[in-house]
Nanobody
């Protein structure tokens, strides 16, 4: 069983930056893809960014050029560097992992508990 633990959320002013981290433990050999989703109040959960073991990435159009996803396979950790944050980026951010490669869509098997990101105007 894979466990995912997110960290790095918080409150930031618009235009600021935050870096989220997600550490995987347990059956890490099962993981190919890792990604970040977010869910704002009253909205559906949406894919923000994803990366597979080979380094291929996918980003939501709304974050392209502002957010960067990366992973350290040795540390079993995925990062989301968020720059030029906007109030509309406010959401709970969830880490996800999967043995397959759903970085362009599809279901993810493992999920973290989420971390709140709040961007004030």
């Amino acid at each position: 069983q894979v466990q995912l633990v997110e960290s790095g959320g918080g409150l930031v002013q618009a235009g600021g930056s935050l870096t989220l981290s997600c550490a995987a433990s347990g059956g890490i050999f099962l993981i190919n893809a890792m990604g970040w989703y977010r869910q704002a109040p009253g909205k559906q959960r949406e894919l923000v960014a994803a990366i597979n073991r080979g380094g291929s990435t996918n980003y939501a159009d709304s974050v392209k050029g502002r957010f960067t996803i990366s992973r350290d396979n040795g540390k079993n950790t995925v990062y989301l560097q968020m720059n030029r944050l906007r109030p509309e980026d406010t959401a709970v951010y969830y880490c996800a992992a999967d043995p397959t490669n759903p970085i362009h869509g599809g279901s993810w098997y493992y999920w973290g508990q989420g971390t709140q990101v709040t961007v004030s105007s």
